[in-house]
Every structure is written in structure tokens, then in C-alpha cells.
């Protein structure tokens, strides 16, 4: 190997180096972060249980219809895109059929992936509302966004809201309407009470759930219910569905990184 070629690839590995020293970084501090709340939850905070996909759903099926039964076959047509967790992706929009919400309420846009799956998946009338900070990268978030979330905020290569307006039906995409703004600072009045399910998929550190989640119990008519996504993948979420279950029925979806809040527990 002619010297030249050597220096190359010194060079290049060197130019990789910051990258590796980051990701490095950002691994311990994520083990850190679910250290610390590990230590929270031993100190008392119980965990939240855990049901199976299946049971998840007929739970969800009971809270929004209590008076009907859970139908035997039900019509459970999928239509999926190619990208994505494939598992989660299926889930929600499992979700979104049994639940069959009349309104939408999601916090965390990105490129619109989950706003398509809902609106693929929920009836001709239900509208997806869908918020995410404007993409100037200026607004003032009124807690700090966690080094984490940075990636998802800056969307490096990536269009908030990228992915709207492409599904095959016109009406589909109509049904989604982008909202902007700091997801602790937004004005939720106009959709107070008024939510079947609230998708909470925004910053990940423990404040921001916890804010989130609040708003979202806002926003529900009384058979409403918010689903929460990376439980147990952030030790913000995780640490948020745990300290929640004081207060409400709280369960996470075995396999997934959903769980599913019901406002207040049914004792
Ligand atoms: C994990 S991504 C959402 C992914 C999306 N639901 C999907 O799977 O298609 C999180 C999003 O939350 C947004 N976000 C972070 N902090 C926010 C805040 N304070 N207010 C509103 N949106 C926020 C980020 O900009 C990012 O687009």
C-alpha cells in the first residue's frame, strides 16, 4: 500500500473521530439518564405494568365503547409504508382502528410519518392535528431540549412535515393539519375537550412528558385517551408513565414502546 493511500485513510478515520466521540458520549449520557430514573423508580415510584398487544387493544376497545362488545372479526385492512419500525407502525394503526377517534391531536410532527399512518387509519371524518416547533430552529422552548432530542429538532437533511400531503387520497391528506409552536407554550384551547386520542411523540425529557401529558389530558372528551411513544427507549418517557400511574391507568405495550395513559384510575 502506497503511503499516500495510508495517509488517506489515517485522514479518514481522524474526520470520523468527533462523529464516534459524540455518539459515545451520547450513549453514556442516555445510560446515565436511565441509571438516574431507575434510582427514582427504586425509591419508591412502582412500575407500570405491562399486557400484551392483544390484551392492549381489547382494553382500548372497552375504554372507548364500554357498552359494545369486542367484535369477533373485525375489518383490520392495513394499508403500510415501507419504512419505519414496522411492529410500531402496524400498532398504531391497529390502534387508531379499534379506537376509531373522531379528532387527533399529535405532538411531535417530524416528517409526518405517524400523522399518515393515523389519517390512513381512522374514519373519512377524523381530523389529525399535528404540532411540532417551526423549523427555524429560533423558537424559545420553555424548558431545555435535551441533547438528545437536538437530532429530531434540528432535522439535518430532513422536512418538518416532509412526508404531508403525499398520501395516494386527496381527502386523506386534507384531514392533516400541521400546527406550530413549542408544545409547552401552545395554545390548546380551541381543541380542550375535544380530542378521542392525543399522540404524544414530541421532546423526550422527563418536564416536557409531563407537560405534554398534561395538556393531553386537556384536550380529551371523557372517552379519550393519550398514547405515549418511547417508553422505555427515553428515560424521560419511561420515568413520566411510571410517576403518572399515581394518578391514572397507566400500561405499557409488551414488544413496543407504547404505553397507553386513561385518564384517572377506574378503581
Ligand atoms: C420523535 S420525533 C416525532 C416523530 C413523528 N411522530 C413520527 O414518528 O413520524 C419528535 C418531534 O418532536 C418535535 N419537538 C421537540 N420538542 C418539541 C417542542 N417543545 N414542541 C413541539 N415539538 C417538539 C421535534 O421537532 C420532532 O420533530
Redesign the pocket.
Known sequence: MSLSVTIARWRGALKALPGLARDVLNYVRFRRAIYQSKELLDRGVPLIEWVNPLQALERVHRHRFPDRPWPEQRELALELGPDGNALEILYLALICRVADPAAVF?????????ANVMALHTSPACRIHT???PSNGKTE?RFP?AEG?RK??E?KGVALGGRLGKLPRAEDNSRIVQRLG???AFDYSPYRGRMDLVFV???HSYD?VMSDVRNALAMLTPRGFILMHDFLTHAGVTLAANVLQREHEVFHVAGTSFAILFPQKKC
Not at 106 to 114: L, N
Open positions: 399529535e405532538i411531535g410532527t417530524y416528517e409526518g410519518r405517524t404540532l411540532d416547533l422552548t431540549i432530542d429530531w429538532r432535522k413549542d408544545s409547552a411523540d414530541g421532546a416536557y
